[in-house]
């Protein structure tokens, strides 16, 4: 059974949430199948952490042929990058089942589908097999947006569709594109992930493949200025869809960059990685910006995810292994401590009925423990040293200082950017006098509480000892910069586009 | 000579039932002059030894179907009055023409590369009930049952909504 | 060279574990039941002192060893190694550290017995309690730290407590507003610090990225990194330390229980900055220019400050803009290359100001709470011990000789005038006169003249014992301190300055005696002048005065405050609410709106040609077909 | 020769879509389909004779049957619709304005 342990973890949740679809359950027997199966995928993918062995190639190869005739497979496999993003799905997953209960069995049956699709994304190293669970994991969250969302839900669920469809079929061609060049280069055909980096792509047609690429994973991420879904989603969305929007999904599309973009694009990426740096940048900096003007804290929350998601991103463009790393740790800190802002949102929405940063007030002393948990996850997001969010954010200002410095400086800015909005609200909502709204706020309860328990306790852990957990992810890391040693001849002779800014070099 | 000339008797009576159809005001007369475009058809199906048709064209369209719609004008007893007042007939017949027209010439264009063939008439039977029935019941069969269905559903449908004026007249 | 040792961890491990269980304490029982506060107080404690008595035990082991041998190093664990980016957990334990850790654990201790005096009866206790911890915890890893990675752990937790305990009084909006404010202030020094560190890695931190590898490795620095490096360095410092330009949230930190001004905002932390660039002494030793521009900002500071500290009337903003002063005359020390002279005036510092700000807190206990000096006056007879401590404390800051503030300030002036630095040397003495002046102003109206404020006057009594008793300690610390490093043209034999030398890369000039004369009598005529001015003001009893002109300009910070507002406060508001009002709904989302009003339209186009006639719809179709066959009839001939 | 039938079927078939689209009356639409499908017949009819094979015979048959179940359908609505409305025009149904 345990080489096929990528599989099960992918489709027990998908198993299961067909089948109560299928079935006529009731709300009671769908939570309690979602925990139960989402537990099992926890137990599941634990164990595949403490037998990876961080070689820095994909482990728990998975080949199955599919379509023989067009060289597609149903091939699995982690590595490193992907072990720690999938850690995060199965970790997070779980408590999103114990904290709200009042939800329709579709819910619950929508939750495992979007588990499984994004564990099998994440797992996926055929690029047809990826873009099928890339396509999967969208629709659950159609149906949940849609059906279960706020009341300004349609015109959300319009929005992120219209983003995320026309991002996908971009993608669709440039995988196509590269399948047929891989075809009349090589002569077979083939889709898989680690042959596709042979490819000697050049040329126009490889610049659009390549922004096809960089489009749909842009807005999925999102990159500025394709951010414009993510407000009116992640406010309108119910707070676990929006947890699994921020926590996991997004950062599927910087996984996507690292995976499919940096091997097979690197010379366009080498061309290009200063105006997505830029990109990257800026969207940190106009989000965060943006965040100090709501007056709705699920918003306030959605700007400064995507805020965060801006600078993880940067990490990637910046091409040094520094980067990288730190954005892959990010991407799991930024989980542990903005997708869990959200759930706390959620509480709070629950309890006082209202989003309004200007309906609360005084709840630290009505809730010491939501105060301190809420706390706990706030300075992680700002990046606090002795929580997860120091680490990434410190490697990914590092690597951008050598990559460019003024994108560095830039980036750098994300210590000033974050603290303010995240300081404003916390003193409106959890210092100053009690409201009505907040009067009767009751703190956390004994299963909530011990449901946060863990999350607070990786924070504080990802920040003490952080070695733990990069030793599995910096062989990976690594490798994707000395695999393409070759190619880094090549990209020395590309030039990259001409931006302003300043090399650390040339000083 | 004898079938062409037939030939020419059949096609321009058809012909002119057509017209006869678009240009009359009054649907009895059209239906009159359909009645004729039906056999004369039926005529040029002999010309081409398709006797089961030629039998059929008579029987069933010329007969029933035609019988049924002459049955329902009159049933509705129709007055002049009741017909939708159509002014400017003609100049929508010339209209309808004109955009007609490049179909037509287009359907004529392919025609004409089509390799011309006599049409003699058969013997061997060609077209009989025989041969026919058995092409139809041996290859034919699934498509013969799936048309049986249909003609099901639509005896139903007819039934339904037949049956509706009770509703209505509540 | 370096001795590992196992033990440097667990000195910012007891606070920081007394922190964690007082929290933990604290929260799960505050909206129950209240635990005694003897509890909190006792459980509080333990760690500062443990720390300090480990303190003691570092500071003689180091004393046994030869000179240039004293350093003890610890390496924890590996807290993160990425590609030639290797960051250890390390601590190091030399002279220069070991030196902070006794006045920090020392201080840190004392100041935590006060609290329990102070914060009776306070509903948050445990959590104020904690909060003191966790600040003495990081601070020491902030000393002891042994690179800047792991320093910057330490700065950064001491800026976090530090916020929470100016907003500890939480339901009050202001209070809040200036723990925002410190926050949000130290984050854009931290910038600087986390940039710097940065260029340094890139610059030479291959090689390790501890001190001993950087210091081993400056010299391969190129110039115009390591100036950029020192001055991004030096802004974290600014922030920390309250230097122009991010000065402004230390008055209004002043919020915050007095203790955590004492303790934090006087003694230990903002002194940080200035413990940083003498760890740095390698690097600014090697770039001469920085040092420069270093002791111009801080020896600014102290006059800005200093004009700023003649007119308050609150009685913790006039000791606040006192420690901005201070800190900028320890900046200049640190600038002009006298590292060991800017460490002292922070030791001796650490003792004077904490004393007058728990000597300030007794007042203001004593009041209920009033700070406004013109609420005040005539208390030398109610509260003897806290009057003679304070005056001890004042006396000390103002400069006078035999305090300790006197030969710290000294030797800071007669470093620059040595090294040349003349204005810095006039400016110098200059806010040594003003320092003296705006002292003894504050002791005069509060300590002597007629009671203005009767009924308070009424109730005051002197303060228990477990809050006299850490005052006479520190005053004890404030009147000899100074000693320890008293130079050779008094008898001594500079102690701090030959125990710091292996920490710090100085050079000392070698100028005559007159010099040191001529710095000495100037620093002394100072003080003379400024406390006479004071006394003829203020001795007999004066009134609350009313500013104009250049008063009033300076009464009110010169605007400063209200400056930053209008230029970046309120514009970053208003470009957060153009962004999202504005901006975001017509210029990124455009693309999409555009594309549903693009089919609104198309759609509203074709709604003309729907007419609802079947017919219609089949001449729509037939027109189609027709179009299609005349295009189709071309192709075939 | 086959070609005279070919171009009576087509010449059929126009007459039948010009019925459709330029006439109002039910009746009249109604039978200009039927003239269509006839003319489709004719020319099964005819290919079949091309080919002298008998399927295009089956077709026409098939269609037949098409076009007794369209009759069927077709006058049961007509009847519907001159009950409600009393009127035998095209335009009275006009729901699918948009």
Known sequence: MFEHVLSFIIFLPIVAGLLLLATPANRTVARFTGTAISLAALVLSLDLYTKFQATGHLEFIENIPWVESLGINYSLGVDGISLFILMATSVLLPMVYFIFSTKEKGYYANLLLVQGAMTGAICATDMVLFYIFWEVMLLPVFFMLGLYGGEKRLPATLKITLYTIAGSLLMLAAIIYLGVSYHAQFGEWSFAMDKMANLNLEGRVAALAFFGFMIAFAIKIPLFPFHTWLPDAYTEAPTATTFVLSAVMAKIGVYGVVRFVLPVFDMEFARYAILLAYLGVIGMMYCGIAAIAQKDFKRMLA????????????????????????????????????????????????????????????????????????????????????????????????????????????????????????????????????????????????????????????????????????????????????????????????????????NLEKN | MFADGLFMLFAVLAVLGAAGLVLFRHPMNGAMSFVITLISLAGLYALLSAKLIFALQLIVYAGAIMSLIVFIIMFLNIQPEDLPKEEGKLLNILGALIIVAPIGYFLVKIVNRLPNATTELLGNNFGGVKPVGLLLFKDWLVPFEIVSILLLVSLMGALLLAGKKKEVSK | MEHSVTYLGLIPLFPLMGAVLIGLLHVFTCNRRKLPEMLYGLLACVGPVLSFIMAL??????????????????????????????????????????????????????????????????????????????????????????????????????????????????????????????????????????????????????????????KANVHHLAPGVALATCLLLFVGATGKSAQIPLYVWLPDAMAGPTPVSALIHAATMVTAGVYMVARFSFLYAHVELAGTIVAWVGILTALLAAIFGMFQEDIKKVLAYSTVSQLGYMFAGVGVAAYSAGIFHVFTHAFFKALLFLGAGSVICALHHEQNIWKMGGLKKKMPKTYITMLIGALALSGCPPFSGFFSKDEILYSALASGHFGIWAVGVLVAGMTAYYTFRMMFVVFHGEPRDQHAYDHAQESPAVMTVPLIILAVGALFAGFLNLPAIFGGDQMVSHWLAPSVTEHHPHTGLFVEIIAIGASVVAFLIGIKAAYSRFGKGAEEPNFSGFADFAYHKFYVDELYDAVIVQPYKRVGAAIWKTIEPNVTDAPVKSVSTLYMLLGSAFKILQVGYVRVYAIYMIIGLSVMSLFLSQTLN | MIHSYLYLSIILFCLGVVGVISRRNVFTVFMSIELMLNSANLAFIAFSRVHESMDGHVLAMMVMAVAAAEAALALAVVILLHKHKSKLDTNVFSLLKG
Request: charged fraction near 10%.
């Open chain 1, 303 to 502: 700007f400064s995810s995507a805020s965060h998601m801006g600078i993880i991103a940067l990490g990637v463009f910046c091409m040094n292994v520094q980067a990288l790393t730190g954005s892959i740790y990010q991407i799991v800190a930024h989980a542990t401590s903005t997708g869990v802002l959200f759930l706390f949102a959620g509480v709070l929405e629950q309890r006082t009925q209202t989003r309004s940063i200007a309906d609360l007030g005084g709840i630290a002393a009505k809730a010491p423990v939501f105060a301190l948990y809420f706390a706990i996850a706030m300075l992680a997001s700002v990046g606090l040293p002795g929580t997860s969010g120091f680490i990434g954010e410190f490697m990914i200002i590092l690597g951008a200082i050598k990559f460019n410095t003024m994108v560095g400086v830039l980036a750098g800015t994300t210590l000033i950017v974050g603290v303010c909005y995240m300081l404003w609200m916390f003193q409106r909502v959890f210092y100053e006098n009690p409201t009505p709204q907040s009067e009767g706020f009751k703190d956390l309860s004994l299963v909530e509480g011990l449901t946060f328990l863990p999350v607070i306790v990786l924070i504080i852990a990802m920040g003490i000892f952080p070695n733990t957990f990069l030793k599995k992810i910096t062989p990976s890391t690594e490798l994707v910069f000395s695999q393409s040693e070759p190619a880094a001849v090549h990209t020395a002779a590309v030039t990259p586009v001409q931006v302003p800014g300043l």
């Open chain 3, 57 to 214: 035990k570092i500071f003689f082991a180091l004393k046994g060893m030869p000179a240039d041998e004293r350093f003890l190093s610890q390496v924890a664990f590996t807290w993160f190694s990425v590609g030639d980016l290797h960051i250890n957990m390390g601590f190091l334990a030399d002279p220069l550290s070991s030196l902070m850790l006794l006045f920090v654990t020392l201080i840190g201790s004392l100041i935590h017995i006060y609290s329990i005096g102070y914060m009776k009866g306070d509903k948050n206790f445990g959590k104020f309690f904690s909060y003191l911890n966790l600040f003495l915890g990081s601070m020491l890893i902030l000393v002891l730290g042994d690179s800047p990675v792991v320093m910057f752990v330490g700065w950064e937790g001491v800026g976090l407590c530090s916020y929470l305990l100016i907003s500890f009084y939480s339901d009050g909006t202001d209070n809040v507003l200036a723990g925002n404010k410190a926050f949000i202030v130290n984050r854009v020094g931290d910038l600087g610090f986390v940039l710097g560190m940065s260029f340094l890695f890139w610059g030479i931190g291959s090689h390790g990225f501890d001190y001993m590898s950087l």
